[in-house]
């Protein structure tokens, strides 16, 4: 339900995919839409039958609830498919800082307004940059946005950004302590010492109460409705917004291995502990994770392909970048063997890789977002990797796969050549 003036989010019809999407069709950014809006009242930081304000009416619950829904289904719109190819995919908006309804352009490598330390941005929600009509809470005010720090500093921080945005980058705010990645506030009536005058229809502490009110730290609350207190607040995740974003990665890491097979005549190995191919024996490195660094046995700009930028940054380190958390393994037949495919190598068995009992050529797993638990651990060399894959069989380390049993939206996923 929307307020005068307001628009829905678009509602897709196909709502359980369970392959990988072609692009031009959004498929699974829109279903996280839909069960976003859809669910909206059960994920709504509002009053409960248990736990009833008399300071909020139903109406006013209701019109909050249905602002927030589209704000926040608006910014995981953005980030999943808007600006998702971009140098930073997950990246952020900027808060509005003027009310103007736009999101503020960079300062050096922040947004502007960023308080040295506190990880976080706060600002009004840029709804013109979002697509969104001019959304008003239940008391007629503009709704207010909190983003961490880490997804949305300035792309141009590539290669150089302290924090990458993979599957594993969690937020750095809290909410009642709660990790997130971002907020969207509807501030309320004002109250107490609160002055919405021009001169003051920027400062935070004159919308927005108790902990969310500094506008420099991190730290934010949500609770019932009271005399001194009554915002109302959504939250995103990232769980929220990586499942789309980690199928775009995936789906980039399978063209440029197509490209590479037709440039070279094989796949490159794989990488066992420090971004490039480890060659040095085809029975244990053709699987483990994507070679963003130096290809063997061709190097990738020898193969005349340009990897991206958000690709390689954090390559060097087995911990952090996109090829951390995304699970590469090849066939043994389609490696090279000093200039030979490895049709007649040692140690051949089994020479494809199955998922399903069907033969591939490349198989690359996603594991879905991470909330913080359980902890997730893919250790340096070849160990067991915990915490990331449901399916025990794709993660021993050997050349059969199964399709993820999960059926949710945030589930693991396959990705195969051919």
């Known amino acids: 339900m929307t307020h005068a003036g307001a628009t829905s989010i678009p509602v897709p019809d196909h709502l359980n995919r369970t392959c990988c999407p072609r692009r031009s069709e959004h498929g699974q950014a829109l279903v996280l839409l839909l069960v ?27 019109i909050d609830r249905d602002a927030l829904a589209q704000a926040k289904a608006a910014l995981i719109m953005y980030v999943t498919i808007t600006n998702l190819n971009t140098n930073r995919p997950g990246n952020f908006p900027c808060p509005d800082t003027d009310n103007d309804g736009i999101a503020n352009l960079y300062s050096g490598s ?23 009509p001019d959304l008003r809470d239940s008391s007629g005010e503009r709704l207010w946005y909190a983003v961490s720090r880490s997804f949305a500093r300035n ?47 920027n400062t935070a502490s004159n919308y927005l109460d108790g902990e969310n009110a500094d506008g420099n730290n991190a730290t934010f609350a949500s609770a019932v409705a009271t005399s001194t207190f009554n915002d109302r607040l959504l939250t995103i995740v990232n769980p929220d917004i990586m499942p789309e974003i980690e ?50 046995p061709t190097s990738w700009g020898g193969a005349g392909i340009t990897l991206p930028e958000w690709l390689t940054n954090g390559c060097d380190n087995p911990v952090t970048g996109w090829t951390s958390v995304i699970y590469y393994a090849v066939a043994k ?86």
């Open 247 to 296: 199928q775009y990665v995936a789906k980039k890491m399978i063209e440029l291995l197509t490209q590479y097979k037709a440039a070279v005549g094989v796949y490159p190995w794989a990488d066992q502990y420090n971004g490039d191919s480890n060659a040095s024996g085809i029975q244990y490195y053709n699987h483990w994770r994507f070679p963003c660094g130096a290809a063997k």
């Open 36 to 62: 976003l809006l859809g669910l909206a009242a059960s994920v709504f930081v509002f009053s409960t039958a248990s736990n009833v304000s008399t300071y909020v009416s139903p109406t006013a619950e209701r």
């Open 155 to 201: 792309p141009s921080c590539l290669p150089s950004c302290s924090t990458d945005l993979t599957s594993d980058t969690l937020g750095q705010l809290t909410v009642n302590g709660r990790t997130v990645v971002a907020i969207v506030f509807a501030p309320g009536r004002v109250h107490g010492s609160q002055v919405r005058d021009a001169a003051n229809e």
């Open 333 to 418: 037949n389609r490696l090279d063997n000093g200039g030979n495919l490895c049709t007649t190598c040692t140690n051949l068995s089994p020479p494809q890789l199955t998922v399903d009992g069907v033969d591939k050529d490349v198989v690359l797993i996603t594991p879905g977002g991470y909330t913080g638990s359980p902890a997730r651990n893919w250790p340096l060399g070849f160990g067991t990797i915990t915490g990331y894959f449901e399916d025990s069989e794709n993660a021993n380390n050997d050349d059969t796969f199964v399709t993820p049993t999960a059926k949710t939206y945030n589930r693991d996923r396959i990705f195969t050549i051919p």
């Open 110 to 132: 922040n947004c502007p307004g960023y308080v040295s330390g506190s990880n976080v941005y706060v600002g009004r929600l840029p709804w013109q940059t979002l697509g969104l």
